[in-house]
């Protein structure tokens, strides 16, 4: 399932943050039929005091390779550790649940998303309902509750924000989407779907033309894989802006699984180390990757492939180390005291990380894509693509903190403390 923010595809919609005086614009050269770019000293910033550390510049040119193959642009980018030409204050400038007060006591935030009006918007799984938070982070009102009514949920799956601040909300039990306006009051409702040959479809998020972009699981219940590893597949589709199907776009990695057999029939639990599909809205295109090797696809809706990204990045070898925090990762998902023994021994030991862990756009249309967490890097690190796809460099951001949504003043996210209490987190930019 994916929360997705459209983004305005290159065009810059919010006030930019980086400026042509914070990086030189790299130097292009043409060799022979290919657009070779080069930036030697392109990013040769002084960090400011307060901000998170980041990785130091490398003495390396940054290098990428722009070739036209078939009418499709391919980008091969060699990438270093040089920091990205902003960087992330090292405390927040609010958290959301740390006042003690019941409505900012949170059970399984699924999301937090900021509104254009400056209002943050919490989906708390756990109460079935959507709350609302000043620009300081104080409650306003909740929207939602149990139930099948209008307004009304019984497990939200996703939530997507549409132009004029109004919302989409999914309740996974009934396929429901209910349109909500920036109050959080409810507007009307209707059934995604169905897919075809699906029974429901998870809402990915709203093309600037306001089709809606949905993936539908190609898992099927009545033909179980055998217990080991499985890959599991979903298919893209859109749907006009109240739910009617439209068409098919594309088939996608969704997740790997490890079914492992027991009494009551296979239990299927998150593979360690296995990849997870990615899909994000840009415009009126679609972005897809899986981290299989770091090459990310930018598709439109007539099925054409329109430019893919190819990255250099280190593989990193998983070490025990690893291994304990994914196990450790994986029972806290399932909520789990104690991992089953027949799921650790039928887990395949995996010899590298993925090429990445998943990505995501800012307000500006940069690409962000997450290195693979290790058990060696104290929070994330997030490789930075601009709008052209050339690499920008490498930022920090801290630890337990899940990155959501990146607007052009900070990053908004989901934060726990050691005891795995969530609260929601804005982290500003110091430059």
Same mark, same amino acid.
């Given at each position: 399932?994916?929360?997705?923010?459209?983004?305005?595809?290159?065009?810059?919609?919010?006030?930019?943050?980086?400026?042509?005086?914070?990086?030189?614009?790299?130097?292009?050269?043409?060799?022979?039929? *290919?657009? @070779?770019? =080069?930036?030697?000293? +392109?990013?040769?910033?002084?960090?400011?005091?307060?901000? #998170? $550390?980041? &990785?130091?510049?490398?003495?390396?040119?940054?290098?990428?390779?722009?070739?036209?193959?078939?009418?499709?642009?391919?980008?091969?980018?060699?990438?270093?550790?040089?920091?990205?030409?902003?960087?992330?204050?090292?405390?927040?400038?609010?958290?959301?649940?740390?006042?003690?007060?019941?409505?900012?006591?949170?059970?399984?935030?699924?999301?937090?998303?900021?509104?254009?009006?400056?209002?943050?918007?919490?989906?708390?799984?756990?109460?079935?309902?959507?709350?609302?938070?000043?620009?300081?982070?104080?409650?306003?009102?909740?929207?939602?509750?149990?139930?099948?009514?209008?307004?009304?949920?019984?497990?939200?799956?996703?939530?997507?924000?549409?132009?004029?601040?109004?919302?989409?909300?999914?309740?996974?039990? *009934?396929? @429901?989407? =209910?349109?909500?306006? +920036?109050?959080?009051?409810?507007?009307?409702?209707?059934? #995604? $779907?169905? &897919?075809?040959?699906?029974?429901?479809?998870?809402?990915?998020?709203?093309?600037?033309?306001?089709?809606?972009?949905?993936?539908?699981?190609?898992?099927?219940?009545?033909?179980?894989?055998?217990?080991?590893?499985?890959?599991?597949?979903?298919?893209?589709?859109?749907?006009?802006?109240?739910?009617?199907?439209?068409?098919?776009?594309?088939?996608?990695?969704?997740?790997?699984?490890?079914?492992?057999?027991?009494?009551?029939?296979?239990?299927?639990?998150?593979?360690?180390?296995?990849?997870?599909?990615?899909?994000?809205?840009?415009?009126?295109?679609?972005?897809?990757?899986?981290?299989?090797?770091?090459?990310?696809?930018?598709?439109?809706?007539?099925?054409?492939?329109?430019?893919?990204?190819?990255?250099?990045?280190?593989?990193?070898?998983?070490?025990?180390?690893?291994?304990?925090?994914?196990?450790?990762?994986?029972?806290?998902?399932?909520?789990?005291?104690?991992?089953?023994?027949?799921?650790?021994?039928?887990?395949?030991?995996?010899?590298?990380?993925?090429?990445?862990?998943?990505?995501?756009?800012?307000?500006?249309?940069?690409?962000?894509?997450?290195?693979?967490?290790?058990?060696?890097?104290?929070?994330?690190?997030?490789?930075?693509?601009?709008?052209?796809?050339?690499?920008?460099?490498?930022?920090?951001?801290?630890?337990?903190?899940?990155?959501?949504?990146?607007?052009?003043?900070?990053?908004?996210?989901?934060?726990?403390?050691?005891?795995?209490?969530?609260?929601?987190?804005?982290?500003?930019?110091?430059?």
């Amino acid at each position: 399932m994916f929360v997705s923010e459209v983004t305005k595809g290159n065009r810059v919609t919010r006030a930019s943050f980086v400026t042509s005086h914070e990086r030189r614009l790299p130097l292009r050269r043409k060799t022979g039929g *290919t657009e @070779r770019i =080069s930036s030697h000293g +392109a990013l040769l910033l002084s960090l400011a005091g307060g901000a #998170l $550390g980041v &990785a130091q510049l490398s003495p390396k040119a940054l290098d990428a390779q722009v070739r036209d193959s078939a009418g499709v642009r391919i980008v091969e980018v060699q990438t270093s550790t040089a920091p990205a030409p902003f960087t992330i204050a090292r405390r927040p400038s609010y958290v959301i649940g740390e006042s003690g007060t019941p409505e900012e006591e949170f059970t399984y935030i699924l999301d937090a998303l900021r509104l254009d009006n400056g209002i943050i918007a919490v989906v708390n799984r756990g109460t079935h309902g959507i709350r609302f938070f000043d620009a300081k982070g104080r409650y306003l009102r909740t929207s939602g509750r149990r139930g099948r009514g209008p307004g009304e949920y019984t497990n939200i799956a996703a939530i997507a924000l549409l132009p004029g601040d109004s919302l989409l909300v999914q309740d996974w039990s *009934t396929s @429901r989407v =209910s349109v909500l306006d +920036a109050r959080g009051d409810y507007i009307r409702s209707f059934r #995604l $779907g169905p &897919a075809p040959r699906r029974p429901r479809a998870a809402l990915v998020g709203q093309f600037t033309d306001g089709t809606l972009l949905g993936a539908g699981s190609d898992y099927m219940t009545d033909r179980e894989p055998p217990p080991g590893p499985f890959t599991l597949t979903q298919t893209l589709f859109t749907f006009s802006s109240t739910g009617e199907p439209i068409g098919e776009l594309n088939q996608m990695l969704e997740r790997q699984y490890l079914f492992v057999a027991g009494p009551g029939g296979n239990s299927r639990y998150i593979l360690p180390f296995g990849l997870m599909g990615t899909v994000r809205i840009s415009g009126d295109h679609y972005l897809i990757g899986d981290g299989r090797t770091f090459q990310i696809e930018e598709w439109d809706r007539s099925g054409k492939l329109v430019q893919v990204l190819r990255a250099s990045v280190p593989r990193h070898r998983i070490t025990d180390a690893d291994r304990e925090l994914e196990k450790t990762r994986i029972m806290a998902f399932y909520e789990m005291e104690t991992a089953p023994k027949d799921f650790l021994k039928s887990a395949p030991r995996a010899r590298f990380l993925p090429a990445f862990g998943r990505f995501e756009l800012d307000a500006s249309g940069r690409l962000w894509v997450e290195d693979a967490p290790r058990a060696d890097t104290e929070g994330s690190q997030w490789y930075i693509f601009d709008t052209d796809w050339m690499f920008l460099g490498v930022i920090s951001l801290p630890a337990r903190f899940a990155l959501r949504h990146i607007y052009d003043d900070g990053v908004l996210g989901i934060a726990r403390d050691a005891d795995g209490v969530e609260s929601v987190a804005f982290y500003p930019f110091t430059n």
